[in-house]
Structures are given as C-alpha cells and as structure tokens.
C-alpha cells in the first residue's frame, strides 16, 4: 500500500526533472520542430590581437552594405560590436559607444542603428538577428527635408535655393537637440534599430557572408538587412551548452534521479503486478507469489555456491598452526600389546622431543 501511495508521486516528479531547460551559447538557437542548431559565430568578425599578425582569410574589417538611394552605406557586424573605431556617435554615451554593432556616417556624423545582441530568433522560418537601443530618430521635419531633397521637381528649385543655409543650420540644430534628448530623457527617446534575416546560402565557404540593404521605415528609424551565409544552413543535432562546472554537475546529479526514479518505479510495476498474476491467476501462496520465482530461486542458489565456493578457497590460504604428530606404533594398542616394549618406546619418544626441542632453542 506503501508503494501505491508513493508511485503518482514520483510520476509527477520525474517529468519536472527532464523537462530541465538548457541554456545555449551566445549566438546559437536550437530549433525543436526540425531538430536544426544553428550557430552564427563563424561571421563574427573579431578584432586582431596586438601581436597577431593578419592572415589572409583574416577579415580586417567589419561586413559592408551599399546604401544604394539612401546616400550612405552602412557597417555592421554580426553579434559582436564593429571592429572600426568610433570616437562618438550621435545620441550615445561615451561608455556604450564600444558596444555599436551597426552604424552609418551622415554628413561626417556617425549615427548608430543598434547595440549589440547575441540572441537569435525564428520569426516563422525566417532567422532574424534585430538590435536596438541606437541613435536617436530623426524628428518629422528633418526626414521630409531629406525626402525633398530626392524627390523635389526643377521648378522648386528657385524656391528651395535661398532655404539651403536654413537648412543647414536646422539640421545642426537637430543633432544638438538628439544629444539633449539622449542626455537628459535616456529611454523616452525613439531610437534607430536594426533587423537582419539571416539567409542559408550553402555555395559561400565557411565564415563568409553577403550582405545587402533591403530598406527602412519611413522615419528612417528601422533599418532592415539580409545576410546569406553557410552559417544560416544549420546543422542537425543536440547544441553544446555553455554549462560551467557546477551547471554539469546539477545536470549529471538530476540524470541520475530521473534514473533512480525510473528505476524504482518499473520495479514497483514488476513486483505489484506480477504478485498479482501469481495470486489471482496462478493461485500461488507464500514466496511463489513473485514474479518468475523460479528464476530468481535458481539465482539464489547458484550465488550461495559462489559463496561457499570463495569462502572455502579463502580458508585453504590461511596459515595453519603445526603441532607435533604421533609417530607410528604409538597408539594405545601398540602400548597394550607388550608391556615392557611399549614402556621403552615410550621413553624413546620422549627423548627425541627433548632433543627436538634443545635443537629448536639452540
């Protein structure tokens, strides 16, 4: 009764010790509906250390993308922050300027698309990389200036030229108000983001990418990317983990409950139920109620030769103690055949222990 109350217990304990998530590396996603791992650290470009030298497959660079009508090109890189060096960038703290993962230059103004991130996501089937937390975005009127500047007819041109220096000075004047805001609001500015969908492309070599500018939002305030790579194709099986040691051994410690767990419960199931057959089916009493009595019996006593064997061969290897042995002819029958002559061998006898026993103490 005992075993029945305890068995829903452990049924519900069990699951909660395998269904123990594991956590992934930087960089990686695992996918369960395709059991596909992919891991996108190849095409993070990594700044050369001091004493390398560069080699030839060494990127020197972080990845390129031509903005084509946007007038700009942009740098990104692939979550790690960019290579190149960037003294200031507009709307962003000194201390977090080393953290840029994508960036433009503007009118010889670095503006950030995004921060760095190390988290994967599928949206659908489609693998995405997104950063936020960039430059401030540009005010309304600021980006409808730059929309007439591509779009504007010749007639306007007479119109638009005397308004140039204005212009000019306006947009300095919102550069200066984007640092403002970013100083003294911090997260109540909209930002500039970035979101790259990562491509498989199984024709580049390993640690190469394509990357291209698909467009932005109308404010100019998202920026959106396609990167095709090898490193998007996935590969099936379990992802490593980034376990430390007492991770691996919380890990190892749950495996062997889930196991001891499982064991006692299809040893529970086994004895209950085949005491059961035995009883109600078989009409068995006593000891022959267990499951396959038989086989277990014969078990027993084949581990009880065993051991009598062991102990037997043990005792064999123990030292005896010698004593003396009696000679032959003299037992009391030998003595009761002849009086005088059992009396003298007698006398002999005692005087070889004598002398045995002087030439033991010399």
């Not at 991770?247 to 062997?256: A, E, H, K, M, R």
Request: charge should be negative; charged fraction near 25%.
């Amino acid at each position: 009764m005992r075993l029945t109350s305890i068995l829903p217990t452990l049924l519900l304990f069990t699951p909660s010790l395998a269904a123990d998530s594991k956590p992934l590396l930087p960089c990686t996603i695992y996918r369960t509906e395709t059991n596909a791992y992919y891991d996108i650290s190849p095409i993070a470009v990594q700044p050369l250390v001091d004493h390398k030298k560069a080699h030839k497959d060494d990127r020197t660079e972080s990845w390129h993308a031509r903005g084509y009508d946007m007038g700009t090109n942009f740098t990104l890189n692939f979550c790690a922050p960019v290579i190149e060096r960037i003294d200031e960038a507009v709307g962003i703290k000194e201390s977090l300027v080393k953290n840029i993962s994508a960036f433009y230059t503007w009118k010889e103004e670095v503006y950030s698309i995004g921060q760095v991130s190390t988290e994967l996501v599928f949206r659908g089937r489609e693998l995405s990389l997104n950063y936020t937390n960039g430059s401030p975005c540009d005010s309304p009127s600021t980006h409808d200036k730059r929309k007439l500047k591509h779009g504007k007819d010749d007639d306007d041109d007479h119109d638009d030229k005397d308004k140039d220096d204005d212009d000019k000075d306006k947009d300095d004047d919102d550069r200066k108000s984007h640092k403002d805001k970013s100083s003294k609001h911090g997260d109540d500015v909209r930002r500039k983001s970035t979101l790259i969908s990562l491509a498989c492309d199984p024709n580049l070599p390993s640690g190469k990418a394509h990357v291209s500018f698909v467009g932005s939002s109308p404010d100019q305030c998202a920026y959106f990317f396609r990167a095709k790579t090898m490193a998007a194709c996935g590969g099936v099986g379990e992802p490593p983990t980034g376990l430390g040691a007492g991770g691996v051994f919380g890990q190892t410690l749950i495996s062997s409950y889930s196991f001891l767990y499982s064991l006692i419960i299809f040893l529970a199931v086994y004895l209950l139920g085949g005491i059961a057959y035995q009883r109600t089916v078989m009409h068995q009493r006593g000891w022959r109620q267990l499951p396959n009595y038989n086989v277990w019996a014969s078990i027993f006593s084949i581990l009880k030769d065993i051991v009598i064997i062991l102990t037997s061969s043990c005792a064999r290897l123990l030292p005896r103690r010698h004593g003396y042995n009696q000679l032959p002819g003299s037992g009391r029958g030998s003595r009761g055949g002849g009086g005088g002559g059992g009396g003298g061998r007698a006398d002999d006898e005692n005087r070889l222990i004598d002398q045995l026993d002087e030439e033991w103490d010399d």
